[in-house]
């Protein structure tokens, strides 16, 4: 089981051109694991964790230009909640709650 938090030595697995229509990352390959997929956690502490690029809400509001290809983390706090909805989503039935966040 792959862990949050955690660095792993990948062994065996598929580099491909990243074709999804909503990208996780920018980047222009994605790795799929496959399965003969093998992974072992690496506890080097030299390994930087994360790298992030922290930006306020109000400086991602003011983007002229939003990249709805691509999907972002978000930190903040809940501010306002819908109720739950249903929706049709590609002849699917999918319940949905908008949030509302703002910053911490």
């Known amino acids: 089981m792959i862990k949050e938090n955690k660095i ?9 051109d990243n074709y999804q229509t909503v990208k996780t990352s920018d980047h222009l390959y994605l790795i799929q ?4 997929t093998q ?7 030299e390994l930087p964790m994360m790298v992030y690029d922290f930006q306020p ?5 003011a983007q002229r230009v939003v990249n ?13 909640k819908s109720g739950v909805q249903n929706h049709i989503i590609s002849g699917r ?3 949905m709650m908008e949030l509302t966040l703002g910053d911490p």
């Not at 990948?10 to 491909?16: A, E, S, Y």
């Not at 809400?57 to 509001?61: A, G, I, T, V």
């Not at 709805?68 to 306002?80: M, Q, R, S, T």
């Open 8 to 16: 792993y030595a990948l062994r065996t697995f598929l580099v491909l």
């Open 33 to 36: 694991f496959i399965s003969k």
């Open 39 to 45: 992974f072992t956690e690496d506890t080097r502490t």
């Open 57 to 61: 809400f109000d400086m991602l509001h």
């Open 68 to 80: 709805d290809k691509k999907l972002i983390d978000v930190v903040g706090k809940v501010i306002c």
């Open 93 to 95: 039935a999918e319940r």
